[in-house]
């Protein structure tokens, strides 16, 4: 079974720039949450989709946003890079609610110049 | 306040020495789950385990061992005769109420040859 994955693995963007990172789930789950991770701040929680509803979100401003698609599959984008963003953005899928551990992708590497 | 609280930031150890790492929780839920997951440098956090609060007992896998107790709100994390491969930031991780996962600051362990 196929685990979590995440594209692009690496990328570099300018500050002010916007970017898009994808996360193919598990196969069969449906809940897909995202996490950021510095090396500061720890893992943070940014939100979590499950059936293409947002159904939790973390204290992230509304630069950082996301959706699921129907297949499960989701998306998160953050526009007018900062600095400050520069982190490691870990995707988690899970078959909750009738499963309660989650599953993470490799993460993407986002560095902001 | 719910959380979950890893005291020791890094941990050094020689190899075949038996490391504990600590992990204290907090919630007013009669009904919540706990876990510890692995991040080698690749960057994915490596599910380890999982803990319903309705179970008590300890886990024994390999050389890995758990110690959860409610008296003390805690979850650690034994693992006997460390080696190399073993070094990684370890976290724990609360999931509280089924709503959302509170993650430790991590452990990060260094276990030299």
């Known amino acids: 079974k196929a685990g979590v994955t995440q594209t692009p693995r690496y990328l570099i963007k300018t500050r002010g720039q916007q970017v898009t990172l994808s996360c193919s789930p598990i196969s069969g789950h449906r809940s897909v949450s995202w996490y950021q991770q510095t090396p500061g701040q720890g893992l943070q929680f940014l939100f979590e989709?499950?059936?293409?509803?947002?159904?939790n979100k973390g204290n992230f401003p509304g630069r950082f946003s996301g959706r699921q698609f129907s297949n499960s599959r989701s998306e998160m984008n953050v526009s007018t890079l900062e600095l400050g963003d520069s982190a490691l953005y870990l995707c988690?899928?899970?078959?909750?609610?009738?499963?309660?551990?989650?599953?993470f992708g490799e993460g993407s590497w986002l560095t902001v110049v | 306040a719910q959380k979950v609280t890893q005291a020791q930031t890094e941990i050094s150890v020689v190899e075949k020495e038996d490391v504990t790492l600590d992990c204290v929780y907090e919630t007013r839920d009669t009904t919540y789950y706990l876990f510890w997951y692995k991040q080698p440098p690749s960057g994915e956090l490596v599910f380890l385990i999982r803990?319903?609060?309705?179970?008590?007992q300890n886990e024994i896998s390999g050389r890995y061992s758990w110690n959860f107790q409610k008296s003390t709100s805690s979850f650690n994390f034994t693992i006997t005769a460390s080696q190399v491969v073993d070094s990684a930031v370890y976290f724990c991780?609360?999931?509280?109420?089924?709503?959302?996962?509170?993650f430790g600051s991590g452990t990060k362990l260094n276990v030299k040859p």
């Open positions: 989709y499950f059936s293409e509803t947002q159904r």
């Open positions: 803990r319903n609060s309705f179970d008590e």
């Open positions: 991780a609360g999931l509280y109420n089924f709503n959302k996962f509170y």
């Open positions: 988690a899928s899970s078959s909750r609610p009738e499963g309660n551990t989650i599953y």
